[in-house]
């Protein structure tokens, strides 16, 4: 049994011209100790299915239509506020793409840490949660922990400020943690080393982490399965070794040709996916990704393709996968 | 006249701090070393990448070129002249042939003025052709960045952050320029945007023979467009070389340590990773000697107290690091 499971989860919000559904019928699921990786452009809906998985959606305007968020046999969209606050302090954690939205500005980083102890453990003595709130420090290699309790989060550096965010999600040992876009802000060498960090510490904690991001390289490195996204829905999932040796949705193989790669030659043209992203509201009918592709007929205008799997191991919603996968197959044989 | 063989733009020990101020008084304590003895030359037609991280001084480099930044010292030469001595008339002549594109080009499009409005600003600036003409040139300008020529009635908030970044380009493209400096102008865009937009800006180059200085902090992306490319690293130039060159063979510890840590959409890749430990210092008291090598994993002891000079390894490149040939 999977540990966390995304059925036919829908969300939407409320907006002056009505309901606006922006996550749209995704299904997933996660294994215990494993790194999947949500990917797409902005606004496809990746970052809003974590807030519905998490249950931290803007009140009032966004909500969860339809759909279930199994973890571990209990239904998250069902659970109570104090339930699910529970959840979130302990089983579930997230990482947010910039640290001070997370941190407080105005606290020592040493007392933020201790609250997560005092708050859940109010037995701890203070000397064990002092002993306790060094360690997590240790653990996430922020040099020198003990000097750094008495800082304030504008005294560190941006991968600092993650590391002291990832520090506080690993304070209660959650099962899962959902990181959303967090070296997304990081200079590349900073964005290694907390790509490394992660690494490590689901190597020795053994949770299993759900990786948004827009960065293809970075799911490449860090995922064993990936779930791209497009317009809410989703397009395609795979392990990420068959995702990027054989894309079957022509939009993942659109963005993975979009890509700038070191070993290109210098001032070629790159491959592009004509047009633009359609505004939530300004979807076309049929196949939200029709009025982009190369690969539309007049069927992908009329009709939504369905997740089907072409292999037990990958699903894909498009109406012409079999031409796909034989054009594919032709190439890589070529 | 200037000679064919002279270089476009000639840079020339470029240095700018800024002041640090403190206290009640505001007393300088201090001077940001944001770019630091920084040369370079960019032929006609020619792009050069600088590529660096956060607060490597990369773009105060591309801003202190357009004079919108005086150097503390050093000098920049176009077509051969200074631009430091240049007065009102030539600086005005200078800055029609060099433009510059933003990362945000909704910061700098004006959210009152239609876009047509925004194109034909830079027409009147220098009183060119009539208001028929100008209009048309408008049309052909959207046209030549693949927006249809009705757009020019609409708002800068009506478009998405690729077609805001097309019409930055349209209006940087307006005067027929000779030199545009991209300051991270595809960073902020999405995969399947910054393709197109890359593609675009090479089009023009070649069409219009642009020289491109290429300012980002994603070397993949430096690399795709550029002919050189210039590495920086805490206000220094620490390494150039073609762009071919720097992926093939990179020589300063930093530039390799970059290139390794560039997540490549490929899971069979299976590189050696360099992960570079620490932060960057603090621009205000750069480490002496070689500035890297707080972070460098070959730093011996005459790095920590002789700043290396870049070098020239071969005529089209050049590295700063005393131990750059016994590193392999």
Redo the contacts between chains.
């Keep these: 049994m999977p540990l966390l499971s995304v059925r036919d989860l829908s969300t939407a919000f409320e907006t002056e011209t009505g309901l606006v559904t922006v996550v749209d019928h995704v299904s997933f699921e996660l294994e215990a100790g494993e790194t999947i990786g949500l990917v797409g452009?902005?606004g496809c809906g990746k970052s809003v299915t974590a807030l519905s998985i998490m249950g931290l959606l803007p009140r009032p305007s966004g909500r969860v239509k339809g759909g279930d968020v199994l973890f571990k046999d209990e239904n998250l969209t069902r659970a109570s506020p104090e339930r699910l606050r529970e959840v979130r302090g302990n089983r579930i954690a997230m990482i947010f793409q910039e640290p001070m939205t997370a941190l407080n500005p105005v606290q020592r980083i040493g007392r933020q840490l201790a609250e997560t102890y005092t708050l859940h453990e109010p037995e701890l003595k203070s000397s064990d949660v002092a002993e306790k709130t060094l360690g997590l420090l240790e653990q996430v290699g922020i040099?020198a922990p003990e000097s750094r309790l008495n800082d304030y989060p504008h005294q560190l550096?941006g991968?600092?400020r993650q590391r002291v965010m990832i520090a506080m999600a690993l304070a209660r040992h959650p099962d899962i943690l959902i990181a959303d876009e967090p070296t997304t802000a990081l200079?590349?060498?900073?964005?290694?080393?907390i790509?490394?960090l992660l690494r490590e510490l689901q190597r020795d904690t053994g949770m299993a982490i759900i990786f948004i991001t827009?960065?293809?390289?970075?799911?490449?490195?860090l995922c064993s399965r990936v779930v791209v996204m497009y317009a809410g829905r989703i397009a395609e999932q795979a392990t990420?070794?068959s995702l990027?040796?054989h894309p079957l949705h022509p939009y993942t193989r659109?963005?993975?040709?979009?890509?700038?790669?070191?070993?290109?030659?210098?001032?070629?043209?790159?491959?592009?996916?004509p047009g633009?992203?359609p505004g939530i509201e300004e979807l076309p009918d049929g196949c939200r990704f029709s009025n982009r592709c190369a690969y539309a007929t007049d069927q992908c205008h009329r009709e939504a393709p369905s997740l089907v799997a072409p292999s037990p191991e990958r699903t894909v919603a498009c109406h012409r996968w079999h031409e796909i996968i034989a054009e594919t197959t032709r190439e890589s044989s070529s | 006249m200037t000679e064919l063989s002279t270089p476009l733009l000639q840079v020339r020990g470029l240095t700018r701090h800024f002041p640090v101020r403190s206290g009640v008084l505001l007393r300088t304590s201090g001077q940001v070393h944001a770019a630091d003895d920084v040369s370079f030359d960019l032929n006609v037609g020619e792009t050069l990448g600088l590529v660096g991280e956060s607060g490597c001084g990369k773009s105060t480099v591309g801003k202190t070129l357009l004079r919108l930044y005086e150097p503390t010292s050093g000098a920049v030469l176009f077509e051969g002249r200074d631009i430091a001595s240049m007065n009102k008339a030539e600086l005005r002549r200078m800055r029609r042939n060099v433009q510059i594109i933003l990362q945000d080009p909704f910061e700098s499009l004006n959210a009152r003025h239609t876009i047509g409005k925004i194109l034909e600003e830079p027409f009147i600036i220098h009183r060119l052709g009539s208001t028929a003409e100008r209009r048309r040139r408008v049309a052909g300008l959207l046209e030549k960045v693949g927006l249809e020529a009705a757009t020019a009635n609409r708002f800068p908030h009506e478009f998405s952050g690729g077609q805001r970044q097309r019409i930055g380009i349209a209006r940087a493209i307006a005067l027929e320029p000779k030199l545009i400096v991209c300051d991270e102008a595809v960073s902020a865009l999405d995969v399947s945007i910054q393709s197109q937009v890359i593609n675009l800006l090479l089009e023009l180059q070649r069409e219009m023979n642009l020289a491109l200085l290429f300012i980002a902090h994603d070397l993949a992306v430096v690399k795709h467009v550029s002919d050189h490319i210039a590495v920086m690293y805490l206000g220094e130039i620490i390494e150039t070389a073609t762009a071919t060159e720097i992926y093939r063979s990179p020589r300063h510890p930093y530039t390799q340590a970059l290139l390794s840590a560039i997540p490549v959409p490929d899971p069979g890749a299976g590189r050696e990773r360099i992960v570079l430990e620490g932060d960057v210092p603090s621009p205000i008291e750069p480490p002496g000697g070689c500035r890297f090598h707080t972070r460098c994993r070959y730093a011996q002891e005459d790095c920590r107290q002789l700043k290396p000079a870049l070098k020239p390894v071969h005529s089209g490149a050049s590295v700063a690091c005393h131990h750059w040939q016994s590193l392999g």
């Design positions: 452009e902005s040099p550096s991968g600092m200079d590349v060498t900073i964005q290694a080393q790509l490394e827009h960065d293809l390289g970075v799911i490449a490195e990420v070794k990027f040796e659109g963005l993975l040709g979009s890509i700038p790669r070191l070993e290109d030659e210098p001032k070629t043209l790159l491959t592009t996916i633009i992203v």
